[in-house]
């Protein structure tokens, strides 16, 4: 989206950015409910950012941690899009608790692929490894889904203490890039070449989003048109540090902010173009508002 130009400045909002649809969906199923009955109550942060939760506050939703799952007996509690462990559901089961599920089709697709893998893996006395980070709430969910040897990965350094001569199956959580997925991949295929274990059978799961798979890709073809980037992003957002990072790496003249009123006068200058990204758990709405603000701000 382009905005008019303000004191020579060009503002254009990233196309490629805006909360992925499994979040999209978590939100319309708290406010659709929200709407009806004004108070909802969501296990952990429903979305990691926040000036939305704020905003569903606002609307009424409350959150609650896992501890806390016993109070929802007999009322009604939203599991977010990451997904939970097979043990949530049986607590919440137990105490009678009415379980909203706005589980990511995809992550619910994926935890039973894991389950599946694993229990194949069993038979032939293979491993499952999981691509993804270690506290990540939807790592969580689907390691809890294998039964059987199941090794998470954060990086290519992770595969030292992986043995080889194994049959293996590779999966990623959904919200990695494809090309960091295809470089641990790649240092696998090497290292199974090194310890001469070629012949064991090694299974790769398609298991990215769509939207995330190349969303690295198109940012970097978003920067290449701007010269200045303002990224909106919540702290807690793993997807939000890892694209920042590239886009400090490509454009040092990146600013991290997480609500408009983070911006400063002192970044801009007279015929720059500014452009406005955001995480998958970034809302359009607020990368509008920042562009709206910097405006506001501009013509002061």
């Not at 929802?72 to 105490?95: M, V």
């Not at 229990?119 to 939807?138: F, T």
């Not at 400063?264 to 200058?269: G, H, L, Y």
Request: proline letters at 3%.
């Amino acid at each position: 989206m382009d905005f008019q130009a303000f004191m020579g400045i060009e503002i254009i909002i990233d196309t490629g950015a805006g909360s992925c649809s499994g979040v999209s969906r978590a939100i319309q199923f708290a406010e659709d409910i929200l709407d009806k009955e004004k108070e909802l109550t969501c296990l952990g942060d429903l979305i990691h950012n926040e000036a939305e939760i704020v905003r569903l506050k606002d609307k009424g939703l409350n959150s609650i941690g896992h501890c806390q799952i016993v109070e929802q007996s007999e009322k009604k509690l939203l599991f977010c899009a990451h997904g939970e462990p097979p043990s949530t559901y049986r607590i919440a089961n137990a105490f009678e608790v009415k379980i909203i599920d706005a589980t990511c089709p995809i992550v619910k697709r994926l935890q039973k692929r894991v389950a599946k893998e694993s229990a194949r893996m069993q038979k032939v006395n293979g491993q499952l490894l999981l691509y993804g980070d270690l506290n990540h709430a939807e790592m969580i969910g689907l390691k809890a889904y294998s039964n059987y040897k199941t090794y998470i990965l954060r990086d290519p350094a992770d595969l030292e203490t992986i043995n080889t001569a194994k049959p293996t199956v590779f999966i990623s959580q959904t919200t990695k890039f494809q090309s960091d997925y295809s470089q641990l991949i790649a240092a696998f295929k090497k290292k199974r070449k090194a310890d001469q274990t070629e012949q064991f059978p090694l299974k790769i799961v398609n298991s990215v989003c769509k939207k995330m798979a190349k969303r690295d890709i198109q940012l970097k073809l978003f920067l290449k048109n701007i010269d200045l980037l303002l990224f909106v992003s919540d702290p807690k957002s793993s997807n939000g540090n890892g694209l920042f990072k590239i886009a400090k790496s490509k454009l040092p003249n990146s600013f991290f902010i997480t609500s408009p009123t983070d911006l400063k006068k002192i970044w801009f200058k007279s015929g720059q173009k500014v452009g406005i990204s955001g995480a998958a758990t970034t809302p359009i709405w607020l990368l509008q508002e920042t562009a709206i603000h910097l405006k506001k701000m501009l013509l002061e």
